[in-house]
């Protein structure tokens, strides 16, 4: 059975930085795209970014980039997001998203979702 366990959010003040991760289990990703996506209250799910299978292309929502970095340890099975300089508009609940079959920028083309992190950024 495959999981993601998404962990690391929290409550912080504008400006502070958070690092989430995830960690899967029941299958290895280290060959495919993994991706993190975000949902605020009353909102969709929205892309935040996404990573291929060995880093070596790193893709980012206009509202995040230069702000937030994604990572991965394919050892580990695991994938990170780095988020610095966080505003009060990242608010959200963060999810990990795996088994890509389609763009990347699109929820529907994931099969695996983590249970999501909460990330409150407060002004």
């Known amino acids: 059975q495959v999981q993601l366990v998404e962990s690391g959010g929290g409550l912080v003040q504008a400006g502070d930085s958070l690092r989430l991760s995830c960690a899967a289990s029941?299958?290895?990703?280290?060959?495919?795209?993994m991706g993190w996506f975000r949902q605020a209250p009353g909102k969709e799910r929205e892309f935040v970014a996404a990573i291929s299978w060995n880093a070596g292309r790193l893709y980012y929502a206009d509202s995040v980039q230069g702000r937030f970095t994604i990572s991965r340890d394919n050892a580990k099975n695991t994938v990170y997001l780095q988020m610095n300089s966080l505003k009060p508009e990242d608010t959200a609940v963060y999810y990990c998203?795996?088994?890509?079959?389609?763009?990347?920028?699109?929820?529907?083309?994931?099969?695996?979702w983590g249970q999501g992190t909460q990330v409150t950024v407060s002004s």
């Open positions: 998203a795996a088994g890509n079959s389609g763009s990347i920028y699109y929820s529907r083309s994931y099969a695996y």
């Open positions: 029941g299958r290895t990703f280290s060959s495919e795209v």
